[in-house]
């Protein structure tokens, strides 16, 4: 990491975010599981509350994205982490006093799904502020690798509580983790920039001009959007699946996914070095064969209990790899092309095209889970899945070496320019 080990602001920043997505990941498994099974809810009721986690990204980050642009970032990261702090602290309180319902378990998903849009939205324009542009690879190595090593940890952690305590509990934890994340982001010293003036700058709808004019954005908004709804297909209806179908316990279940973030950590930790090797963009289309391919395998796996958990651990740690590689590469490329002034503008366009299509991915879920059965809805996930690398497979994608230089042509008139045509 060279001199960001010496950063003190931005090793605060990271370890708040570092705790927080350990939190995250224990909730995105106990807010399912406490679903299915405090409420016996089947695949609509996991689905209502995915569908609810995601509901906001549908408008909410263009409109984000255009108010943020004119705030300072930091302030706005605290109250959002202190938000989704009160709305999970609600569960376990809940639990206490018997009055679980599915209504509750959708609401905390809303209210925290659109505190997370803000502070994602937030943080993508924050980091480049906070780091020079030099370290800024580094930075998202830094951040990706934890957010997988999260990964890894955070469902057998979620797992765990589930089984030993209760999903409530294991909510709780999360809760938890925002309070160290708003005090890690508290704890910078460096003064953050003027942001913009409100002045005659471009509207809200400059961040979908950004990505529609530039080929690079468009093909990474292209592929994130198929893969995030495809993907949300897949989910719900695995963790019906594998929990009430394959017999494969709580404990078991996040373990299994763990692998997966194991995976993305090694893949984060390897993606820029193959990226210094074979450019940006044939990096990314090797990471893609891996984290878009593998999964076509989980619909066709045998076995129940510990014979299948260990084979869904096996996809789960090879699509990883892939998938913690293309994450590094794609975060450093939007941030290295899209011009300073319109970075939370572009990230809120790119989050309405990519997550917006969530809540649409988890309520479809629902649907073919109980047209097709799990296994089929599985197949047409997975098959979404895979389609979604064929944009990263243009001509210009493949012979993106460095971003850096792209930057550097863009501010020199080229068709990438900042204030021309892109």
């Known amino acids: 990491m060279g001199s960001l080990a010496r ?24 807010l399912p599981l406490t679903a299915a099974l405090t409420l016996d809810a089947g695949a609509a009721g996991v689905s209502a509350v995915a569908t609810a986690t995601y509901l906001p990204s549908v408008a909410l980050p263009l409109l984000a994205g255009h108010w943020l642009e004119h705030r300072r970032r930091r302030p706005v990261m605290i109250a959002a982490d202190v938000l989704r702090a009160a709305a999970l602290g609600a569960v376990p309180v809940a639990w206490g006093f018997g009055a679980m319902s599915l209504g509750l378990l959708v609401a905390v998903a809303l209210v925290v799904g659109a505190a997370s849009v803000v502070f994602d939205i937030a943080s993508f324009a924050y980091v480049p502020d906070l780091v020079e542009d030099t370290e800024l690879a580094a930075a998202n190595r830094a951040l990706q690798g934890s957010s997988t090593a999260a990964q890894v940890g955070g469902p057998g952690i979620a797992g765990l509580l589930v089984q030993l305590l209760g999903p409530a509990v294991a909510v709780l934890a999360d809760a938890l983790s925002y309070v160290a994340s708003a005090l890690g ?63 494969l316990s709580a404990g078991g279940y996040g373990l299994a996914l763990s692998a997966g973030g194991a995976g993305a950590f090694l893949g984060a930790m390897l993606g820029l070095r193959v990226a210094a090797r074979l450019g940006y963009g044939r990096a990314f289309a ?26 869904l651990a096996a996809c789960q740690l090879l699509s990883g790899i892939g998938l913690g590689s293309a994450n590094v590469l794609s975060v450093t490329i939007r941030q290295l092309l899209i011009p300073r002034t319109a970075l939370a503008r572009s990230n809120g366009a790119y989050r309405t095209f990519t997550f917006g299509v969530l809540p ?35 001509r210009e994608i493949r012979t993106l070496r460095d971003p850096h230089t792209q930057r550097a042509a863009a501010s020199g008139g080229a068709c990438v320019g900042v204030s021309g045509p892109r």
Do not use: C
């Not at 090793?11 to 498994?29: E, I, Y």
């Not at 988890?362 to 089929?376: D, E, F, N, Q, R």
């Not at 895979?386 to 990263?392: F, G, Q, T, Y």
């Open 360 to 394: 649409l991915g988890a309520a479809l879920g629902g649907v073919l889970g109980g047209a097709l059965g799990t296994t089929g809805a599985m197949a047409v996930g997975s098959a979404g899945i895979a389609l979604s690398a064929l944009p990263m497979f243009t």
């Open 286 to 311: 090797v990471s893609l064969v891996l984290s878009t391919g593998v999964p076509l395998a989980l619909p066709l796996l045998p076995g129940r209990g510990l014979s299948y958990g260990v084979l």
């Open 7 to 30: 950063d003190r602001d931005f090793r605060l920043f990271w370890a708040g975010h570092t705790v927080s997505a350990v939190g995250t990941h224990v909730t995105a498994v106990a």
């Open 185 to 247: 982001i508290a704890g910078a010293r460096r003064a953050e920039p003027e942001p913009a003036a409100q002045d005659a700058s471009p509207g809200i709808g400059e961040g979908v001009r950004q990505i529609r004019v530039s080929p690079f954005l468009r093909s990474l908004t292209a592929h994130a959007a198929l893969y995030n709804a495809s993907a949300q297909i897949l989910v719900v209806n695995l963790v019906v699946l594998a929990v009430k179908e394959r017999g």
